[in-house]
Structure formats: C-alpha cells, structure tokens
C-alpha cells in the first residue's frame, strides 16, 4: 500500500502528454484539448486571473481589518512567496507540459497521495475562487444600477436580499442575514460557465479585451488620484497593534495571507499547459510576465488608495469606489472605476471557472476521480461535464455565502499547493536529474526552500475557525480518495 501511495508517473509516459487531438484510451479514442495558446494569450489569462478581487475588494477588507497603509508591505510579501513559487511552477510547466497545474507537478515526483492532497486543495482553491470573486463582481454591479438610478432619478439597484449572502460566519459559526441570495453571483457564474464551455479560443480573445480594459481603468485611477495622496492618511503607516492579526506586524502578515489570494492567477495560467503551442517556451513566459506585470500594480493601488481614503473607511464590498465618494469631483472616475470592475472581476471568474475542470480532467485521466470528468466535448474540445458540475457548485456558493470566509480558504489551499510545488522541483533534481529542463530555477535550494517556509508560515495565519473548515475540506477529499480513488487509479496494475 506505501508502495502504491507513492508511486510517481514517470513523466515522458503520463497519460496528458499528448499534443494530438485524439487519445486512445482500451478500444476507443476519445478528443483532446487542442493546442491553440500562444505565450501573449498565456500572459493576459495570468494577469486575467490575477488583476481583480485583489485590488477592487480584498485590499479594502486588509486595509481596515489587518494592516492599515501597510497593507503595501503586505502585498510585497505575498509577491515575494509567489515570486519564489512561481520560478518553481515554470520549470515544472516547461518540463510538464500538461493540465492538471500544481497536482501534476506533485504526481510526478512526491507520490499518488501527495498528488491526490494538492489536487483536492487545488478543487478548494479555484472553486472557491470563482466563488469568492462572484461575490464580490455582485457588489460593485449593484453599486453600478445605483448610479445609473441616480443619472434617471429611479431606483433599480436590488435589494439587500437579492443581492448579498444569506449566511455569514461569525466566530466560526454560521449566521442567517435575513438575505435570500446573491442573485447578480450566481448569474454571472452561470453566464461565464457557459462562455467556458464553448471553447478555450473563444475564453481567451474575451479574456484579453477584459484584461485591457481593466488595466487601462487602474493606471487610469492611480494617474488621476496620486495627486490627491494626503501623507496623513499613511501616518501611523503600521498601526499600533491591538490584538492577534489586528494591525502592527502581527496584522502585515496577517494581512499578506488575506492578500495572498490575489496572486494566484498565475497558477491558473498553469492549468492551460495542455493547450499551448510552444509550452516548453511559453508557459515560463506566462507565469512570470503575468506575475511582474500585477506585483507592481498592487502595490502601487495600495499606497494610493490607503493614501487618498482612511483606510478604516475601506472595509466595503467595493473599497475603490468607497474611497472616491471622498471626492464628489471625480464622480465621472467612479463610474469608470465601477465598469472595470465590473469586467476586471468578470475575467477572474472566468479563468477561475475555466481553470478546475482542466484540473478535474488530470485526475479522471489518472483513474482518481470518475471518467466523466475526463470526457473532451467532440465540436468545443472542452472538459463539459466538468465545467457544467463546477458551474453549479461555483454558482451555488456565490449565491449563499460571503467573499472573506471563501477568501480565507482559497489563500489556505493555494498555499499548501505553493510550497509542494517549491519542494517538488528539489525531489525531481534530485531523483531525475536527466530530464532536459528548458527553464532552470536559478539558485534552486534557497529559491526552493525559501518559497516552502514562507508559504507554510503565512498558511498557519489562519484564524481557528477557517481552521475547522479546512480540516472539514480535507477529510472530504480523503474519504473521496480512500472510496474511489485509490482502487481505480490507472498505476495499478488492473486499471492500466
């Protein structure tokens, strides 16, 4: 059984490898993701991903709650974990290059059970994500049908029960709001999921002229508002602390596992392996631009919008458009600001809802989960049957409950699915030396090492009650893998 636990795929024989666009499988061939991506498509589905709750909601939450105007600092600790993490990443995605992400990564060098742990986390991550970001895309569409009401003198925004979560969770337990549902989350996670399984070309071209906009609508709100920064609004720039996680240092890490959720976009561009041209080129290209591109942002949002707003004002499910209320003069930006969020946010879902079922369709593959999530639509050339399923439970989710609880999960996943990845790259220099590497990660102990404690250490800022819940989430996926996936994995014998 240890012996089974652990055993790896040998790398030039895993069952994705393949750029054609059919596999066989026993008797039959079934369709294959196609390879249609090319390194800018790669980078703009990185930035897609990444540029959007961090900045048009979660900074507002880790200002007010965590860090103050330090929630920079925060940021640039998270960029460097991730930074750290992403070196690892592209040399596993030009050496691997297939769909599946960091449970790939894991299956060919720590084992079938490390693997089953990251992939489960990596469900965790990207369901959660969609989810979280949903809700959040809710707030600022409603703070949109209020400004169109003010321009006509109606009132069309929906009310509080149509358009927040029915459930909260406070201190660790779960709390009706007397809402109903977050109905504009589940529509627009409906609308995206259809998008999505229509086909990978047509996500990506909608993916890019989001992408513009909203990066046009952020250096846009950081030209007009830096001249407005009031140095005051930064003093003290850490808070004095007052309590565990609630501002000082304490609060600056805390603050920077909250935040951590912002950047992990570039591990969905990971996701995308199997259908990119030239991967062993273009996937280093994409995790890395992707990753530059949106650490710079960040922290240049931060400081200007903790600079131009105090930032215990910020605690909102739109803190960019809370900070301009400030200045009834730029009432033109905020609109403006609302709209890029509104698509800036949209694309996130979008890579979100695009990336699972990609991870879904690596597992069906190895025998870990059911072969109906393994299936290839014959016209779209897309994992339907896992798109569908991960729409439902993204929609559902966003519907019923909050963006910090989902927040705070997402960041514990991606984190345990990071530092694997960082110690996956020292197993397999170790173990395959040989294999040609087209991206090397320069100085890999350190990097390696470094990139695991730093993501492990911001992991164990977790409050006690995501705590339980994770513990939950865990013990599901076990007794997913302990009653199905460990008797039909394809590395035993009889299922091969």
Same mark, same amino acid.
Not at 210 to 218: D, G, L, M, S, Y
């Given at each position: 059984?240890?012996?089974?636990?652990?055993?790896?795929?040998?790398?030039?024989?895993?069952?994705?490898?393949?750029?054609?666009?059919?596999?066989?499988?026993?008797?039959?061939?079934?369709?294959?993701?196609?390879?249609?991506?090319?390194?800018?498509?790669?980078?703009?589905?990185?930035?897609?991903?990444?540029?959007?709750?961090?900045?048009?909601?979660?900074?507002?939450?880790?200002?007010?709650?965590?860090?103050?105007?330090?929630?920079?600092?925060?940021?640039?600790?998270?960029?460097?974990?991730?930074?750290?993490?992403?070196?690892?990443?592209?040399?596993?995605?030009?050496?691997?290059?297939?769909?599946?992400?960091?449970?790939?990564?894991?299956?060919?060098?720590?084992?079938?059970?490390?693997?089953?742990?990251?992939?489960?986390?990596?469900?965790?991550?990207?369901?959660?994500?969609?989810?979280?970001?949903?809700?959040?895309?809710? %707030?600022?569409?409603?703070?949109?049908?209020?400004?169109?009401?003010?321009?006509?003198?109606?009132?069309?925004?929906?009310?509080?029960?149509?358009?927040?979560?029915?459930?909260?969770?406070?201190?660790?337990?779960?709390?009706?709001?007397?809402?109903?549902?977050?109905?504009?989350?589940?529509?627009?996670?409906?609308?995206?999921?259809?998008?999505?399984?229509?086909?990978?070309?047509?996500?990506?071209?909608?993916?890019?002229?989001?992408?513009?906009?909203?990066?046009?609508?952020?250096?846009?709100?950081?030209?007009?508002?830096?001249?407005?920064?009031?140095?005051?609004?930064?003093?003290?720039?850490?808070?004095?602390?007052?309590?565990?996680?609630?501002?000082?240092?304490?609060?600056?890490?805390?603050?920077?596992?909250?935040?951590?959720?912002?950047?992990?976009?570039?591990?969905?561009?990971?996701?995308?392996?199997?259908?990119?041209?030239?991967?062993?080129?273009?996937?280093?290209?994409?995790?890395?631009?992707?990753?530059?591109?949106?650490?710079?942002?960040?922290?240049?949002?931060?400081?200007?919008?903790?600079?131009?707003?105090?930032?215990?004002?910020?605690?909102?499910?739109?803190?960019?458009?809370?900070?301009?209320?400030?200045?009834?003069?730029?009432?033109?930006?905020?609109?403006?600001?609302?709209?890029?969020?509104?698509?800036?946010?949209?694309?996130?879902?979008?890579?979100?809802?695009?990336?699972?079922?990609?991870?879904?369709?690596?597992?069906?593959?190895?025998?870990?989960?059911?072969?109906?999530?393994?299936?290839?639509?014959?016209?779209?050339?897309?994992?339907?049957?896992?798109?569908?399923?991960?729409?439902?439970?993204?929609?559902?989710?966003?519907?019923?409950?909050?963006?910090?609880?989902?927040?705070?999960?997402?960041?514990?996943?991606?984190?345990?699915?990071?530092?694997?990845?960082?110690?996956?790259?020292?197993?397999?220099?170790?173990?395959?030396?040989?294999?040609?590497?087209?991206?090397?990660?320069?100085?890999?102990?350190?990097?390696?090492?470094?990139?695991?404690?730093?993501?492990?250490?911001?992991?164990?800022?977790?409050?006690?009650?995501?705590?339980?819940?994770?513990?939950?989430?865990?013990?599901? %996926?076990?007794?997913?893998?302990?009653?199905?996936?460990?008797?039909?994995?394809?590395?035993?014998?009889?299922?091969?």
């Amino acid at each position: 059984m240890l012996k089974n636990l652990l055993a790896t795929h040998a790398i030039e024989s895993s069952p994705h490898v393949d750029a054609g666009e059919h596999i066989s499988t026993g008797a039959h061939a079934q369709p294959n993701l196609v390879r249609v991506l090319t390194a800018k498509h790669l980078v703009l589905l990185g930035v897609g991903a990444v540029i959007g709750a961090g900045i048009f909601v979660i900074t507002g939450q880790a200002a007010a709650q965590h860090a103050g105007p330090a929630l920079a600092i925060s940021f640039v600790i998270a960029g460097i974990a991730c930074a750290l993490a992403g070196l690892c990443y592209a040399e596993f995605a030009a050496m691997l290059p297939i769909s599946g992400s960091a449970y790939s990564y894991s299956y060919a060098t720590l084992g079938e059970y490390v693997a089953w742990f990251v992939g489960w986390n990596l469900v965790l991550e990207y369901l959660f994500a969609a989810s979280t970001v949903a809700a959040g895309w809710s %707030g600022y569409f409603n703070e949109l049908l209020r400004l169109i009401g003010s321009w006509t003198n109606t009132n069309i925004a929906l009310p509080d029960a149509l358009a927040s979560a029915p459930y909260a969770f406070v201190e660790g337990h779960i709390q009706s709001t007397g809402a109903l549902v977050n109905l504009p989350a589940v529509l627009i996670v409906a609308a995206l999921s259809g998008l999505c399984y229509v086909g990978i070309t047509q996500s990506a071209f909608v993916n890019s002229i989001i992408v513009a906009i909203k990066v046009t609508v952020i250096l846009l709100f950081i030209a007009v508002t830096v001249h407005l920064i009031n140095p005051d609004n930064w003093h003290p720039f850490i808070p004095e602390n007052e309590g565990p996680g609630v501002f000082g240092w304490s609060g600056v890490f805390r603050a920077a596992t909250l935040v951590f959720f912002s950047y992990i976009g570039f591990d969905a561009v990971s996701t995308a392996a199997g259908e990119a041209k030239n991967p062993q080129r273009d996937m280093p290209i994409g995790i890395l631009g992707s990753l530059a591109v949106c650490t710079v942002l960040y922290i240049a949002m931060a400081l200007v919008l903790t600079g131009i707003a105090p930032f215990r004002e910020l605690n909102t499910a739109e803190p960019v458009a809370t900070a301009l209320t400030h200045y009834p003069q730029l009432a033109w930006l905020k609109t403006i600001v609302v709209f890029g969020a509104i698509t800036g946010l949209s694309s996130v879902i979008l890579v979100m809802l695009m990336g699972l079922p990609r991870i879904f369709f690596s597992m069906s593959r190895d025998g870990l989960l059911p072969p109906a999530l393994g299936k290839v639509h014959p016209k779209f050339r897309t994992p339907y049957i896992g798109q569908v399923i991960v729409g439902v439970a993204a929609a559902v989710l966003a519907g019923l409950f909050p963006v910090s609880v989902l927040g705070e999960l997402v960041s514990m996943g991606t984190l345990l699915a990071f530092a694997t990845v960082c110690i996956g790259i020292l197993v397999l220099r170790y173990t395959q030396p040989q294999l040609k590497r087209s991206f090397r990660v320069p100085f890999v102990w350190p990097v390696s090492i470094l990139g695991a404690v730093i993501c492990l250490y911001l992991f164990w800022q977790a409050f006690e009650e995501h705590w339980r819940l994770m513990l939950i989430w865990i013990a599901l %996926g076990q007794l997913i893998y302990i009653g199905y996936g460990y008797a039909h994995s394809k590395l035993r014998p009889k299922n091969a």
